[in-house]
């Protein structure tokens, strides 16, 4: 199940606004170069910014969400039809062959359970073509950035055109292991309505990563840093065997 920041209509709404700089999709769009992809599929798409990205530069682009409200936002912004959107997720895809596989963000983290990782592994196997790319980041657990979640780090107030005044924090709310569970909280000046969203993400080691797209018929070819979070994040490259 999406989390309410995701799924939640006007949560939805508002999630482009209060995170407007996208820069870290600039090395994804590169690797999509890097790799000459003409059709690609993106996992956890929500409101569709990167795929439109792609759509923009003559890419056929799916992309699958599990968050309605998400794709709702996504299917009505300028050139969304050049998109094939698709409420779900990688284990309710059609028959592709597609040349690379992405999973932008905190979308591959956010998979938290052990079986729906297995599941998305498989599900993008199924839909790259032999050879075909897939590309996700995650961070590094060795690095303790949920030690920064505090709302003192992160309380904000944003201004969002036909909204009003929205402030918004996050609180980190327990670390069991590799799950770490956060509350962002989101109040509306206009009406005083205050919604929350609970996420939890699995901070995978390196070598457990490699050890599942193994077992699921990958082969990894390089594991580069994020440049935008250098030193703080795995950027897994990985082939279809």
């Known amino acids: 199940m999406a989390d309410e920041c995701f799924a939640h209509p006007r949560l939805a709404a508002i999630y482009d606004p209060l995170d407007p700089d996208r820069g870290d999709l600039d090395a994804y769009l590169r690797l999509a170069e890097e790799f000459e992809a003409r059709r690609v599929l993106d996992i956890g798409c929500g409101t569709g910014v990167f795929a439109l990205l792609l759509a923009e530069r003559g890419v056929k682009v799916v992309g699958v969400d599990p968050a ?3 794709i709702d936002v996504a299917r009505a912004k300028p050139g969304s039809e050049r998109v094939r959107w698709i409420h779900g997720d990688a284990t309710d895809l059609p028959p592709l062959r597609v040349d690379l596989v992405t999973m ?9 359970d052990p079986g729906a990782w297995r599941r998305t592994l498989r599900g993008a196997r199924e839909a790259l073509r032999p050879g075909g790319r897939l590309v996700f980041e995650t961070r590094d657990p060795a690095k303790r950035a949920w030690e920064e979640w505090t709302r003192e780090n992160s309380h904000r107030v944003t201004e969002i055109p036909g909204v009003g005044s929205v402030e918004s ?3 980190l709310t327990e670390v069991d292991g590799p799950l ?11 009406d005083g309505q ?5 996420s939890t ?15 699921h018929g990958f082969v990894v070819d390089d594991v ?4 935008d979070r250098p030193g703080k994040e795995f950027v897994f490259l990985a082939r279809r065997r």
């Not at 770490?180 to 206009?190: I, K």
């Open 180 to 190: 770490v569970t956060f509350r962002w909280t989101y109040r509306f000046a206009a």
């Open 104 to 112: 932008t963000a905190n979308v591959a983290q956010a998979i938290a």
């Open 224 to 227: 580069r840093d994020a440049p």
């Open 201 to 215: 993400l699995r901070f995978r080691e390196r070598e457990e990563v490699e050890r599942d797209l193994a077992a």
């Open 169 to 171: 924090w996050v609180e």
């Open 194 to 198: 205050v919604l929350t969203s609970d």
């Open 68 to 70: 309605l409200a998400s």
